[in-house]
């Protein structure tokens, strides 16, 4: 789906970016996958079941699907991007851009590393307990700063400058999400609460 998305906007195959893109992003979520398949089967369980089908509450299965729309635009407009030629990124944001997501994915690889409760899904098993350490020591949502940092840095991968554009509404439904998740935790994990009150900063370290 992601190389669909990538060439079939750009007409062509002979799109450098997207190739590089392409192997960073299959790398990393390959070696996260091949990790949790051999240290934590069960979070590896979780995190498969994704996407708005798979969500319990109704508002995040909308938050979903607006979350999957976005992220397909934010890699279909710099293909259209590269087919028209509206941009001209230098060499070197490109590679700030592939950096970026490759940073994006190790943050995320640290925070399934230390919480094996990290579904895709909003909810709460019965064994599960608040985690405050490592990433969540930092910020109540890692998780969600690895993929803004992965996001940001995606439209620079693709040579795109248009693709930043998809960034506003991606933050967006972030936050959205994030904050409906908190009220579900507040309201259904115990002592999460009492993190929210420690831990002030949400998504970015002394910001918000």
Request: glycine share 6%.
């Amino acid at each position: 789906m992601l190389g669909l998305f990538l060439f079939a906007p750009a007409r062509s195959f002979n799109f450098w970016q997207a190739w590089v893109y392409l192997i960073i992003f299959v790398a990393s979520t390959a070696m996260i996958t091949i990790y949790l398949w051999k240290k934590d089967p069960k979070l590896l369980e979780r995190r498969v079941k994704a996407g708005p089908e798979a969500e319990k509450e109704k508002t995040q299965k909308i938050i979903q699907l607006f979350a999957a729309i976005c992220f397909f635009a934010i890699i279909a407009l710099p293909a259209l991007d590269h087919r028209f030629g509206w941009s001209n990124v230098p060499l070197f944001i490109v590679i700030v851009g592939d950096i970026l997501v490759a940073l994006g994915f190790f943050l995320i690889f640290l925070v399934l590393r230390g919480n094996p409760f990290a579904a895709a899904t909003i909810e709460v098993f019965p064994d599960q307990k608040v985690i405050t350490t490592g990433p969540y020591s930092i910020v109540r949502h890692p998780m969600y700063t690895g993929a803004l940092v992965m996001l940001f840095g995606t439209p620079f991968a693709l040579g795109s400058w248009w693709g930043l554009l998809i960034l506003v509404p991606l933050i967006l439904i972030i936050v959205w999400r994030l904050l409906d998740e908190e009220k579900f935790l507040c309201k259904n994990l115990p002592g999460y609460k009492e993190y929210c009150q420690k831990t002030h900063y949400r998504l970015i370290p002394l910001i918000w």
